[in-house]
């Protein structure tokens, strides 16, 4: 692309600036028509997307550092928490915090929880094998040491019992997820948060996902501040509240529970700082934007969404049984589906073969006892169109099968296997990234058109590896032009 400025230093007309853009998205998935099942969440709403994006305009120059500045900004933020609250099962003495998304409201659970007990010097925190990645980012961020407990390998939900028994005098944290991001489930709160209680220990339900949509379908299985012992709830604004993406709310049980979460500084000349969430200024485009939306769809708007993304979902559940090859691997507890094949394809082919149809599926790679799987995330616009889904499944299975497995030589996972990543330098992961296809052998990083068979080898390439060299793909990628 041509720099910023013409040559004789003068800016860029609207169109040209206008034109450039609508160029540069045609590389992207599309954000809407329900045809992208994973990273986006589309209501099919076109009056909610449109208020959206006025009341984001309307605030994107506004700064939430300081609530006495802009008091607009907290009025529209306990607002969200109150509704929230409602949702929510929140008892008399709730509070919580608006931040940019789902792993910011992790990091400062975390946080909250760390600092809650500096009496203890290596804090851990007691995580079910299927937590959110994010809870790992907490981890290494804050020092708070993961001890990670295998789900039930039939139903993907967590192991109460086990949770319980890895409890111990260092843990700060217990978690729970309504449901799962890779599968879909809600763990059996009631026990964990009573385990959690019997301890004194703080215990998080990540609703990331499914905080906007359980609390509006009839059967949930209970997870909210109404279960005894649950401390704190997450819930992204982004995802099912079908708001613009960077709002998510983290609430607690009272606000005794908040205040470690809190930050202030007065050791330097300028005006204290004092922040509630990681941010310092934050635009109050993104507020605005979800209480804009929350507003216009309502809980009625709410419940109908909920109902066609519930129904797509068991829809789509009941289409795939039909397929050979293809099963779902734990009956969906909200709206996200996972799926897993037999020995005849494998799941990255049919990622691909999904995608030559138009239809944007994500591959999850092995972990631990897990399978490979591909997430299907169903927004409520992707409800009508489960028929022609299912249509283009059937068809993208029947090539895979043709295709067969895709498959890694044997050598090369060997060595996948044997690498250690802290033995590897630049020019050692320049060569891995060629051999992964990752790069072309120029060095020039572009992403071949078929993926299957570099997700197959990152899928053989042990954890360790397969963050090192992808990490080493984004460095490459993150370069200046
Ligand atoms: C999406 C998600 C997160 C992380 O949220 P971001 O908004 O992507 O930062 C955390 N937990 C669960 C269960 C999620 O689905």
Sequence with gaps: ??????????GWSRERILGTLEALRAHDLPAHGGRTLAYVYDSGLADAD?????????????????????PSLLRMENDLVGWAGRLLDAPEGFVGSATSGGTESLLLTVLAARESRPDIDAPTMVLPTTAHAAFHKAAHYFEVRPVLVDVDPVTYRADPDAMAA?????????????????????????????????????????????GWVLPYLDDAPPWTFAVEGVTSISVDLHKYAYTPKGVS???????ALRRPQYFASANWPGYTMLNSTVQSTKSGGPLAAAWAVVHHIGDDGYRRLVAQAREATLA?????????????????????????????????????????????VQPQMAYRSMPPTLHVTLSAATAPSVPEFTTALREAVEAAMAAGPVTVAPQLAAMAAALDPATLDDA?????????????????????????PVNA?????????????LLAFLDRLSRPS
Excluded: K
């Design 50 to 70: 449109a208020v959206g994006l006025e009341a984001l305009a309307m605030f994107a120059a506004s700064n939430g550092l300081d609530p006495t500045a802009f």
């Design 249 to 255: 709310l983290l609430l607690h049980r009272t606000s």
């Design 428 to 452: 050692a992961f320049d060569g891995l990234l060629q051999l992964a296809g990752l790069a072309g052998a120029d060095g020039d990083l572009a992403l071949p058109e078929r993926m299957a």
């Design 316 to 360: 789509l559940a009941d289409a795939v049984a039909e397929i050979p090859a293809l099963s779902v691997v734990a009956a969906p507890d909200a709206t996200l589906l996972t799926l897993a094949t037999d020995g005849t394809c494998d799941v990255f082919t049919l990622a691909d073969e999904m995608l030559a149809r138009g239809w944007f």
């Design 166 to 210: 890895a409890i111990d005098d260092t843990t700060v944290l217990v978690v729970a997820s309504a449901p799962s991001y890779a599968h879909g489930v809600v763990d059996p709160v009631p026990q964990i948060a009573a385990a959690a209680a019997a301890r004194g220990v703080r215990c998080h339900v990540d609703a990331c996902v499914g």
């Design 1 to 10: 692309m041509s720099s910023g400025t013409t040559a004789d230093g003068a």
């Design 457 to 469: 080898l990152l899928d053989v390439a042990p954890p360790r590896l397969r963050e090192a060299l």
